[in-house]
């Protein structure tokens, strides 16, 4: 067995950081560190925002001490299947076990129909490695040479439920382990490898587990996603990965489109009640889309919109805070909550986060109309022309910045009227 000190993700110095700070950090910077990685309303207890940093930096930690006696790749799973098999195999798990069902035939013939689809010729396990990408099933086992990859596999989905990171040696005389055969976006975010076994599946006495519980899942994908930059967004970065995720969260993305057509029939309601009555769904819905999917960032924004429309102005922006949050650069999680703010006369907040949008994107002629209805209601008049200003240049026919900005000249005529 080849002896390895780290992990081959790692180098010494970035293994040493994490130990460093795991087992020096000084009160003072685990208070701070914790404050900047949970800032949500279930995390407002310091003591409690500590604890899950340290909860999560143990677990690292456990991972690159028993990922230091080998040369080791890994396999996240939201949940603790019974085997580690591979997609193809759980197809088949059932029939499997009966004397007339060889799943090496099934493999062979995959593979024999799959090459009449190609105009040149490639080896099998290229063609594998490309079904494998593409969602079609195959005996390959997907892994990682990134144990914080698999950290992200290991706590994305399943949330009532404890998730499992696999430590499996890159070398065996039982498996084969497969490096892709092309290099696509999704392959390089993921630092894909795979292992092949003929039988379908790894033989536990082959790998080591290290537990997820279910509890920290949500919190490792807020750190890894601050402090690694690993999300949804830069793991399915590609078509076929867009597609991947929403197979995997089809069940969260069913309450949140249930939750859209609520709130869509809200809008267009014209009784009071009726429009309040569905708001109150779609919030049920997004609720529902948040259980299963906690870091669902449109389902966060989307409720925050309806909470907004139901009147229910902080829980709205309880909502856009956690949008902020999940998506540092997403502008619309400023605007709606500058429009929030806004709802509470909270105007030096509802100007920040409007300037916010703007510094993200500076064409946003909306915005530049949403900053003069602040400034406007605020009484600051100069701002509020020069910014309705911008936004006609911006949009032409945008009919309401000129009656905004007529409101405005209206004012200050009455103004100078009164001195």
């Not at 907004?308 to 650069?329: G, M, Q, S, T, Y």
């Not at 619309?332 to 300037?355: M, P, Q, V």
């Amino acid at each position: 067995m080849k002896q390895n000190e780290y992990p081959p993700s790692w180098d010494e110095e970035s293994v040493q950081k994490v130990i460093d700070y795991y087992e020096n950090q000084t009160e003072d910077e685990a208070v701070a560190e914790s404050e900047e990685a949970f800032r949500n309303e279930a995390m407002n207890d310091q003591s409690d925002s500590k604890n899950e940093l340290s909860r999560i930096l143990a677990k690292i930690q456990e991972i690159v001490k028993k990922s230091a006696d080998g040369d080791y790749i890994y396999r996240g799973e939201p949940e603790c299947y019974l085997k580690v098999s591979s997609n193809l195999y759980r197809e088949y798990e059932e029939e499997i076990a009966t004397d007339s069902f060889d799943i090496t035939v099934v493999q062979q013939e995959i593979l024999n129909e799959a090459k009449e689809y190609l105009e040149e010729t490639v080896s099998d396990f290229e063609i594998l490695t490309e079904l494998q990408h593409h969602g079609g099933k195959t005996n390959l086992i997907d892994f990682t040479t990134d144990f914080l990859v698999a950290l992200f596999f290991a706590c994305d989905g399943f949330h009532g439920e404890p998730g499992r990171i696999i430590l499996l040696e890159n070398q065996s005389e039982v498996y084969e382990v497969i490096k892709p055969t092309k290099t696509i976006n999704r392959v390089t975010s993921q630092k894909s490898i795979f292992v092949w076994s003929g039988i379908g599946f790894i033989d536990p006495t082959q790998y080591k587990v290290i537990c997820i519980p279910k509890d920290l899942k949500t919190h490792m994908l807020d750190y890894l996603q601050k402090h690694h930059d690993i999300s949804t967004q830069t793991i399915y970065n590609d078509l076929h990965g867009f597609i991947e995720n929403r197979r995997i969260h089809s069940s969260d993305y069913t309450e949140f489109y249930k939750g859209m057509t609520c709130q869509n029939k809200g809008d267009v309601a014209e009784d009071q009640i009726e429009k309040c009555n569905w708001y109150e769904k779609s919030v049920e819905h997004y609720s529902k889309a948040l259980e299963l999917n906690p870091i669902l960032v449109h389902a966060h924004n989307n409720r925050g919109l309806a909470y907004h429309k139901k009147a229910e102005i902080e829980n709205a922006i309880k909502d856009f805070d956690r949008v902020i949050e999940l998506a540092p650069n997403y502008t619309e999680g400023y605007r709606n909550r500058g429009g929030a703010f806004l709802e509470k006369n909270e105007f030096d907040k509802a100007i920040a986060d409007f300037k916010m949008v703007l510094t993200l994107k500076n064409d946003y002629a909306e915005v530049y109309y949403n900053l003069g209805v602040t400034y406007e209601k605020k009484g600051d008049y100069d701002k509020a022309i020069e910014n309705h200003n911008k936004a006609i240049e911006l949009k032409p026919d945008f009919a309401e910045a000129y009656y905004a900005r007529g409101i405005v000249y209206r004012e200050i005529d009455d103004r100078d009227q009164e001195f």
